[in-house]
């Protein structure tokens, strides 16, 4: 199983959701490229976004509205340098995606623009509710013809290749598994950028894919890079109802189209918690959701979509209707039960403004990189504008000193085959893990339960340190167990990294209430968590 093969690559980019599919495409004008990504090229948490992208197009719009929405959303965490220069290239970015193929919705032959929570403008550009599936499908279509990028899907990236130079650690490529023959790939590249994604699936209800484990984050984390912010966990205030492991998603869009939040007496409760009502930031929704459920002893919220017309619904929100009519439910006419779940995690891999990391070689862009303009708590649809402006930066920092730099060809270590762990051990540990962060790191916290979560979390990687070191000398051969069990070690990882801190930040800001410290604390906590590697 442990033959391996080897490329060399100027430029390599891990994962294929809009970062690192726009990265390729950018620096395929001045290198060859090569991605590698652990499913088909088409998993991505992109794939999965119903919501669109926030630029200023309006005209009643302004960069300094759109600066100042994600300023205040982001709960004094914001870099607001990184703001500007994310709002700034937001209506480049849209016409870029158009250039690559995107087709977006339009109302009179004009972009269509609509609103979501937080934002106090029209800006929100949408390809109906099927944003994600529209761009994968078009920088794909882009990516698959482009004579310098080549893709290596089904390869699963099981750590970074670091190496020493006369001024340190350096990263110089990555280890995958192909998970279909077996066989490890080792990629020697100049430069390397973590596109991999979110974290969500590391709790029990999520709206992301199974495959949103984190593994940028810990990879980068355990090759020495610096982590920050990562107690940021956004939750998305309206997935379906029962939420399944992947909770179905009710865009935010719907209520930026008038649906409003009802308890099961019927009433539109936001308005007792925000003066913005359904349209508030989504901690605050969350939240209020939340505080309705343990007040009322109800497993869900409904959300109204009925004064909506049906034309409107059947047009701009297919996705919606198909999902709830999968479960029997027609919004046109029906309320539709919705729970908040885990969506988005707001911090990951510290980076520069052009995607370094504290890690020489390595850069991040999209979701697991923290770019520092979210701060404690995302603006809706700024995600996928961040992942298009920040991949941008780091293809011209690297396109500025690729000429000068080869591949390192030192000898790093190939990774311990972890295939013979039990399987049952492995679905055990992460359903253990995604219960216990759903319980204890969920939207509303206590500082004496992260403590909590904390021990429990340290037995757990325990007794999965125990699996490993016995696994590495009992290989069974089947690849894709041993990356299911990257995946978990990946999951634990990122776990301790949430837990720590949560359990440093005594206050509440943003994505992170502790109800033992309700209060914001700008004398001490005005800063980001930042988690140096041991
Ligand atoms: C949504 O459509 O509600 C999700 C979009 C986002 O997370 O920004």
Redesign the pocket.
Same mark, same amino acid.
Do not use: F, M
């Given at each position: 199983m442990t033959s391996a093969g080897r490329i060399d690559a100027k430029v390599l980019v891990i994962g294929t959701g809009i970062a690192g599919l726009t990265f390729a495409l950018r620096a395929a004008e001045f290198a060859d490229v090569v991605l590698v990504t652990k499913k088909s090229r088409v998993d991505s948490n992109t794939n999965y976004?119903?919501?669109g992208i926030a630029a200023v197009l309006g005209e009643s719009d302004s960069f300094a509205d759109h600066v100042a929405d994600t300023i205040r959303v982001g709960a004094g965490l914001c870099y607001q340098q990184r703001v500007a220069e994310l709002v700034a290239n937001g209506p480049g970015a849209v016409t870029d995606l158009i250039e690559w193929g995107v087709r977006f919705s339009k109302s009179d032959g004009r972009l269509a623009l609509g609103m %979501?929570g937080g934002h106090s403008r029209p800006r929100i550009v949408h390809s109906q509710d099927l944003t994600g599936p529209a761009i994968e499908t078009a920088l794909l279509e882009a990516v698959g013809l482009h004579p310098r990028i080549a893709v290596y899907e089904h390869h699963m990236a099981l750590s970074l290749r670091v190496t020493q130079t006369d001024n340190g650690s350096r990263c110089a490529g990555v280890w995958a598994l192909d998970e279909e023959n077996g066989q490890l790939l080792e990629v020697r590249a100049t430069s390397t950028l973590l596109a991999t994604g979110g974290a969500a699936a590391l709790f029990q209800h999520t709206t992301n894919p199974a495959i949103a484990t984190g593994d940028g984050v810990a990879m980068a984390y355990q090759s020495g890079a610096i982590v920050a912010n990562m107690e940021f966990v956004q939750f998305?205030p309206t997935a379906l109802y029962p939420a399944e492991e992947r909770a179905f998603?009710i865009? %935010?869009?719907l209520r930026g189209e008038g649906a409003v939040l009802r308890n099961a007496g019927g009433e539109a409760f936001m308005k007792r918690y925000d003066p913005r009502a359904d349209l508030a930031p989504r901690d605050v929704v969350a939240r209020a959701i939340h505080a309705e459920l343990i007040a009322t002893g109800e497993t869900n919220a409904w959300l109204d979509a009925t004064a909506i017309s049906a034309h409107r619904l059947e047009e701009t929100f297919p996705t919606v209707l198909g999902g709830c009519g999968r479960s029997g439910i027609d919004p046109r006419v029906e309320l539709i039960p919705v729970v908040p779940a885990a969506?988005?995690v707001c911090g990951g891999v510290w980076t520069e403004i052009d995607g370094r990391t504290t890690l020489p070689g390595l850069f991040a862009a999209g979701e697991c990189a923290c770019t520092g303009v979210h701060g404690a708590n995302r603006l809706?649809?700024n995600?996928l504008l961040e992942a298009v402006v920040f991949s941008e930066r780091a293809a011209g920092r690297i396109a500025s000193d690729v000429d000068e730099s080869k591949p390192d060809d030192a000898h790093t270590p190939a990774p311990s085959d972890l295939s013979g762990i039990e399987s049952e051990a492995v679905e055990e540990t992460r359903a253990a893990l995604k219960r216990l962060m759903w319980e204890r790191l969920g939207i509303v916290r206590a500082h004496s339960s992260i403590a909590a979560a904390a021990s429990q979390l340290a037995e757990l990687r325990k007794g999965w340190a125990e699996l490993v070191s016995g696994a590495a000398r009992e290989p069974d051969g089947d690849p894709t167990a041993w990356g299911r069990a990257v995946e978990t070690s990946n999951m634990l990882e990122v776990a301790a990294l949430i837990v720590r801190c949560a359990l440093w930040r005594r206050e509440s800001r943003g994505l992170h209430f502790d109800s033992e410290h309700p209060h914001r604390d700008n004398e001490v906590f005005l800063r980001d968590s930042i988690l140096s590697p041991p």
């Open positions: 976004a119903q919501g %979501e998305h998603l865009t %935010e869009a969506h988005y809706a649809s995600s």
